[in-house]
């Protein structure tokens, strides 16, 4: 069963730090990009980063400067290093990842990690 399971969320004070891990596993031949996106309440899910096969990253404007997304090809996962956390980062964090599997590209989404950051 090919997945994206997503760890590492959780509360933190405003302008503390946490680190976002997803790993793809399954029959997966390769991987395309991958993403990070969130949800706040009430809000429309919105692209924090993502990073391209090769390594190429980009980001939101709101999180340029803070936050830093990396991949591990040897370990089909991939990274959000969040720093200087604001109240206004609280979301429901989504993986997003483009994998090849049986020489389809699909287009999967982990099942969301709870960040919290208190004022």
């Known amino acids: 069963q090919v997945q994206l399971v997503e760890s590492g969320g959780g509360l933190v004070q405003a302008g503390g730090s946490l680190r976002l891990s997803c790993a793809a596993s399954?029959?997966?031949?390769?991987?395309?990009?991958m993403g990070w996106y969130r949800q706040a309440p009430g809000k429309q899910r919105e692209l924090v980063a993502g990073i391209t096969s090769g390594g190429s990253p980009n980001y939101a404007d709101s999180v340029k400067g803070r936050f830093t997304i990396s991949r591990d090809n040897a370990k089909n996962t991939v990274y959000l290093q969040m720093n200087s956390l604001k109240p206004e980062d609280t979301a429901v964090y989504y993986c997003n990842a483009g994998l090849v599997v049986r020489g389809t590209m699909y287009n999967y989404w982990g099942q969301g990690t709870q960040v919290t950051v208190s004022s």
């Open positions: 399954g029959s997966i031949f390769s991987i395309n990009a």
